[in-house]
C-alpha cells in the first residue's frame, strides 16, 4: 500500500464519520473524548518516534486480520497512542482494531457483518 494512500486514509477517518454502530464503538470510552490526529499531525508524530508507521502497523495486523483496510485513524490520550483500522474481510465481516501506535500491540478488535448489500438496495421500492 503507497504511503499516498495511507495518508488518504488517514485524511477520510479524519473528514468521514466512521458509520459504525455505537455498539462496535471502542471498549475504552476515553478514545471517543479526542478527535483522530489530522494526517499532518500524525506524520509528525511517527517523525519524532511516539508512533511506529501506520504502514508496519497495518501490515501486521492484516497478517492477523486478512482483508482490506477502509479507514485507519491516529488518537493520542495523555501517553497512550491508539491506531484504529477499519478491515473489510472476506464474507462481508467488518474488523475494527485497536492497536498500541508505539509497540504494535492489539489492544482489542471487533468484528460484525456488514449490513446491507447491493441487491436490497436494487430492489428498493418494488
Do not use: C
Not at 454502530?21 to 500524525?42: I, Q, R
Not at 473489510?88 to 508505539?102: F, H, N, P, R, S
Amino acid at each position: 500500500m503507497s504511503f499516498k494512500k495511507i495518508l488518504l486514509m488517514m485524511v477520510l477517518a479524519v473528514t468521514l464519520p466512521l458509520g459504525v454502530s455505537s455498539s462496535f464503538a471502542h471498549p475504552h470510552a476515553h478514545h471517543h473524548k479526542h478527535p483522530p490526529l489530522s494526517a499532518d499531525e500524525a506524520r509528525r508524530a511517527y517523525q519524532q518516534g511516539h508512533v511506529l508507521s501506520l504502514r508496519k502497523v497495518a501490515a501486521q495486523m492484516l497478517e492477523q486480520f486478512p482483508g482490506k483496510v477502509l479507514k485507519a485513524a491516529l488518537t493520542h490520550d495523555e501517553d497512550e497512542w491508539v491506531y484504529t483500522l477499519v478491515i473489510l474481510q472476506e464474507g462481508g465481516y467488518i474488523t475494527k482494531v485497536w492497536v498500541d501506535a508505539q509497540d504494535g500491540t492489539l489492544i482489542d478488535h471487533k468484528s460484525r457483518k456488514k449490513h446491507g448489500s447491493r441487491k436490497r438496495h436494487e430492489n428498493f421500492g418494488r
